[in-house]
């Protein structure tokens, strides 16, 4: 727009800049955090800390909305969140709905009904508000995150300092990449909800975000879900053909022998299988229940 304005008449009739070219783009995206990382920052924070702290992990509101959740917003009854997002405000008035889970639905619920009014934490919509409001919440967060020995930068990267008697001097350092802060919350809950097979649609719509590509730069692929998705492929046909050594499986002795068992009926004649069904009907009882109990006799 600034170069179109200056190509009009009795301006400029060639683009100075156009030899300038673009710096290449590196994003730098928070990171997911892990089961283990939730529950150690949220159990053992305390007071409104801990309730904001779960409202991000359950909701993926951003620090401002989570800050400044009204008690108008929230439906116990129909378990939902309908709010209009800050980030969007000036161009669309459309609320997005959240589902609240169990887990946050509980904590609400203990709040008792006289104080449901107003902001959920007025402490924080306070703060948040008021005067370097986002930098003074994040500082209490970032904080806790390293009470609980989370690294919050990438190693090398921020203001260091150090002191030459009582002169403190700046190391010459990177500035800041932040690997872990609240929005970390936001990109967990994307990534679960994908994890656990919530249409995009769905994610993307409850996320306020307004295109499929946003919702995929928040999605994070866990180990174990590509591991899931991998098995697809391990298809008998190909195993039959080729000689195969079975990946280490998580699962208990118990459970492997179970699903031996399974394989070795699927695989036998009907005669051979019934006539192993019967000699196990003879060693065993079944009750009404359909419960295996060992006879008396051999």
Known sequence: MFCRVLFKPARLTINPFEDIQRRPQQPKSRRELTIAELKKTIYTATGDLRLLLQVGTFTGLRLGDACTLQWGEIDLERQIIKRVLRKTASRSHKAITIGIPSLLLHELQQIPEVQRVGYLLPRFAELYQGPHGTGNVTRIIQTHFHKCGIETHVAGTGTKFHYEGKKKVYDSKPRAIVLVGFHSFRHTWVSLHAMSGTPQAVIQDAAGHSN??????????????????????????????????????????????????????????????????????????QDENSELRPCNDK
């Open 212 to 285: 499929p590509a946003m919702t995929a730069h928040y999605t994070h692929t866990s180990e174990d879900a590509a591991r899931r998705v991998a098995s697809a492929l391990d298809l008998p046909q190909l195993a039959e053909a080729i000689d195969v050594k079975p990946i280490p499986s998580e699962e208990s002795p118990e459970e492997i022998q179970k699903k031996k068992l399974h394989n070795l009926i699927d695989r036998l004649p009907f005669n051979a299988a019934q006539t192993l069904l019967d000699y196990i009907g003879k060693a065993f009882h």
